[in-house]
């Protein structure tokens, strides 16, 4: 068997690359799948706006259940955002609202909540009700970045140049070399 190999071999050597594939594969997945950040996700993939949502209120019964979270409804709030960003990251912006508004109403401070709330509430069709969310979250913390730069988008894709223009200048200003500042500079230049 000096210069062939037999039939085993090569369907071992077939399922030895196709292991060590799926091994990378998996080691891998995470550093290549994008983070679901308001800031890098594109304006032109907004969905169509769906109906309206009731006031905001703390909902009578928990909004996760089996069917959008899995059997065990959590109250860590830490775990409750990283479920709400699986579902924003799938596109599941109602369930993913429904996740930023209970840790809201549990009391989180956390302004990057008050930010994927706004923007979440906006791909809904809820532009106004996103923008009053970020309002709040800009008095929380008025140096956090990424909130203005949301604020400059949703004011932007609503017409509200003026406010845009101001939100996104006041993004820039906070830190003009970071990725965020960057993509708040091209939106301000990008303005009519």
Do not use: C
């Not at 399922?15 to 799948?33: C, D, H, I, K």
């Not at 990283?82 to 599941?92: E, I, K, S």
């Not at 969310?133 to 203005?148: C, F, K, M, N, S």
Request: cysteine-free; charged content about 15%.
């Amino acid at each position: 068997m000096s210069g062939k190999r037999s039939g085993t071999f090569w369907i071992g050597m077939a399922f030895f690359q196709l292991a060590f594939g799926l091994s990378v594969f998996a080691a891998t997945r995470a550093y290549y799948l994008p983070e679901p950040s308001a800031a890098r996700v594109n304006p032109a993939a907004v969905k169509p706006a769906l109906p309206a949502w009731q006031e905001r209120s703390t909902p009578a019964s928990p909004p996760f259940g089996p069917a959008t979270m899995g059997p065990s409804i959590n109250a860590d709030p830490v775990e409750l955002a990283r479920q709400a960003d699986a579902l924003f990251g799938d596109g599941q912006y109602e369930q993913a609202a429904q996740g930023y508004q209970q840790l809201v109403n549990m009391g989180s401070g956390n302004v990057n909540i008050y930010n994927n709330l706004g923007i979440t509430l906006h791909y809904l069709g809820r532009s106004n009700e996103a923008l009053q969310w970020l309002d709040e979250g800009v008095a929380l913390d008025p140096t956090y970045q990424r909130i203005w730069l949301t604020l400059g988008f949703i004011n932007g894709q609503v017409g509200n140049l003026q406010q845009a223009r101001a939100a996104l200048t006041q993004a820039v200003e906070l830190d003009p070399d970071s990725e965020v500042g960057e993509s708040a500079a091209g939106m301000l230049a990008n303005l009519p």
